[in-house]
């Protein structure tokens, strides 16, 4: 069973930055697909930045040009790196892997709020 732990995020002000990290149990060769996905008070989780195995990044509309999505497969890490954060950002932040077998594990979530 694969494990992934969350970590990174925390309170910061509107132009801030955060920089989550998702580490799994598994080497992430194994996985086809990394995602992150977020979810606000009173909203359904949504998507927000992924990577298929070879594949480019894509981002949701909303956080485009100011998120980063990436591996360092050395560390079995996932990161997403957020600049620019405003307050519309805050959620609670998930990393979702897809594994050949088109298994998903998710993470316990962390939370990131944006605030002055």
């Known amino acids: 069973q694969v494990q992934l732990v969350e970590s990174g995020g925390g309170l910061v002000q509107p132009g801030g930055s955060l920089r989550l990290s998702c580490v799994a149990s598994?080497?992430?060769?194994?996985?086809?697909?990394m995602k992150w996905f977020r979810q606000a008070p009173g909203k359904e989780r949504e998507f927000v930045a992924g990577r298929a195995s070879g594949g480019s990044p894509i981002y949701a509309d909303s956080v485009k040009g100011r998120f980063s999505i990436s591996r360092d497969n050395a560390r079995k890490t996932l990161y997403l790196q957020m600049n620019s954060l405003k307050p519309e950002d805050t959620a609670v932040y998930y990393c979702?892997?897809?594994?050949?077998?088109?298994?998903?594990?998710w993470g316990q979530g962390t939370q990131v709020t944006v605030s002055s």
């Open positions: 598994g080497d992430l060769i194994n996985f086809k697909a």
């Open positions: 979702n892997l897809v594994s050949w077998y088109s298994q998903d594990y």
